[in-house]
């Protein structure tokens, strides 16, 4: 696959960021009950979506390429430097953490679209779509929980805006560093899986389950059907 439809993928799968804010802005809801609601559905369609990264193209494609004690390595680290980024956002507080937070995941992510443009094969489409399935609830909480903390609309649009270019930024450097070795970037697939996993059980399924109801945990089960459906649709 070329360079440039790669840096389209990862742009477009950016941009389900600002969507989702933009969503948040527009869908009517007439009470704080509802809003509750919808917010844990989409951190739970969210969470789902990166389940199905996890589960069915980021492990698969690393253990095929690593033994068994590099890639359990590789897959601790992860964990472990997401828990320590975590713990340091979380002391750090305010704004920029929350952002942050924001692209904890699709950076990284968008680092591997670059290093597995290079052979052409239907994963680059199908994990570009997982990225943007995640991106999407991410963007709606994210602006959410920033309006929350009283940030400016003038201070966040901008933000969001720009937040989408780093991944055509994070794919050009996957494209021209990862995409040589399988092994490194199979062990870099493992050390993203460890962190978004996670990321999934620290925030996302605490956060959401705030909710009183059931219904929000058919999120989990949309976003991860999407996936599943995708990657038969690939193979």
Not at 61 to 69: E, K, L
Not at 165 to 181: E, H, I, R, V
Not at 219 to 235: D, K, N, R, Y
Request: with cysteine.
């Amino acid at each position: 696959m070329s360079l440039g439809l790669t840096l389209l993928l990862a742009l477009g799968a950016g941009l389900a960021m600002p969507l989702g804010a933009l969503i948040s802005q527009i869908v009517p809801l007439r009470s704080l009950v509802q809003r509750q609601e919808l917010d844990s559905f989409v951190s739970y369609f969210g969470g789902g979506a990166l389940l199905a990264a996890i589960a069915l193209v980021l492990l698969p494609h690393g253990m095929q390429h690593v033994p068994v004690v590099p890639a359990a390595l590789a897959f601790l680290c992860g964990g472990l430097v997401f828990w320590w980024l975590d713990r340091w956002l979380a002391r750090s507080g305010g704004a920029a953490a929350l952002l942050i937070g924001m692209l904890l995941d699709f950076v990284p992510e968008s680092i591997l679209l670059g290093a597995a443009a290079i052979d052409g094969s239907g994963i680059v489409w199908l994990l570009a779509g997982m990225i943007a399935l995640q991106n999407l609830p991410e963007g709606f909480a994210s602006w959410q929980s920033l309006r929350g903390a009283k940030q400016s609309r003038r201070y966040l649009l901008p933000v969001f805006l720009l937040a989408p270019w780093l991944g055509p930024l994070a794919a050009w450097a996957g494209y021209g560093w990862l995409s040589g070795s399988p092994m490194v970037l199979g062990g870099v697939m493992l050390f993203c899986s460890g962190g978004i996993l996670y990321l999934i059980f620290d925030d996302i399924a605490p956060r959401a389950h705030l909710s009183r109801h059931d219904f929000p945990a058919l999120g989990a089960v949309s976003g991860f059907l999407l996936g599943m459906v995708g990657t038969m649709l690939i193979h």
